[in-house]
């Protein structure tokens, strides 16, 4: 079966520009996950999803990143007045359930920020 | 200092080599997972574990609870196995995962 999308896989923008990162997790996944890469470091945590609702969203950098997922599926990281530190491959993942199920990922957005 | 240390961090090799990576964390965990990432990739996960040792074809993976330690090792390592690998933890009575830094393998032919 298909495994979690992303799109797009490459987004170049302009500092103070807003940005829209979609998530397509795998069909029946009821958690999932966004996570940011630096380059040459391991990803971060942002924030995750059980259902339509924010489970933890403690990994935010700041109130410039918003995560929604209305219907329990797709979800999108929305980023406001985007900065040159937001640059990094942008993560999604999406399990079964929480609590220990397996994390499956997607290929990623690669986001940079001119 | 990070909760999840990889070691080494870079790691060369030769084809046909037995290859080691090692991890320790810091903290509390209900599971620790090895994922394989290419370049340009995604990540793959490779294994989830809370105890003991698995194996999946030429890879293995154990764990040291006590010591909160895992290492990952590569038997009859290939060009193809090279790769960044990335161990994550699962902290207690949390559902995200902390990663490291990865360790980056290269085996040459």
């Known amino acids: 079966g298909a495994g979690v999308s992303q799109t797009p896989s490459n987004k170049v923008t302009e500092k103070g520009k807003y940005v829209e990162l979609r998530c397509d997790p795998i069909?029946?996944?009821?958690?999932l996950y966004w996570y940011r890469q630096s380059l040459g470091q391991g990803p971060e945590f942002l924030i995750y999803?059980?259902?339509?609702?924010?489970?933890?969203d403690s990994g935010l950098p700041n109130d410039r990143f918003f995560a929604v997922r209305p219907e329990g599926s797709v979800s999108t990281l929305k980023i406001q007045r985007t900065e040159r530190g937001d640059s990094a491959v942008y993560l999604c993942?999406?399990?079964?359930?929480?609590?220990?199920?397996?994390?499956?990922f997607g290929p990623g957005t690669r986001l940079t920020v001119l | 200092k990070n909760e999840v240390e990889q070691s080494p961090q870079n790691l060369t090799a030769q084809e046909g080599e037995f290859i080691t990576i090692n991890c320790s964390y810091s903290?509390?965990?209900?599971?620790l997972h090895w994922l394989q990432q290419h370049p340009g990739g995604g990540i793959v996960s490779l294994f989830m574990?809370?105890?003991g040792k698995k194996k999946h074809g030429r890879l293995i993976a154990t764990i040291n609870i006590q010591e909160k330690h895992s290492s990952l090792h590569i038997t009859a390592s290939h060009p193809r196995d090279s790769a960044v690998y990335i161990c994550?933890?699962?902290?207690?009575?949390?559902?995200?995962?902390?990663f490291g830094t990865g360790t980056r393998l290269q085996v040459f032919p």
């Open positions: 903290v509390g965990i209900s599971a």
């Open positions: 069909s029946g996944h009821t958690a």
């Open positions: 999803f059980q259902g339509t609702g924010a489970a933890d």
């Open positions: 574990l809370s105890s």
């Open positions: 994550a933890v699962r902290w207690q009575d949390t559902d995200k995962l902390i």
């Open positions: 993942a999406s399990s079964l359930w929480t609590s220990g199920g397996e994390q499956f």
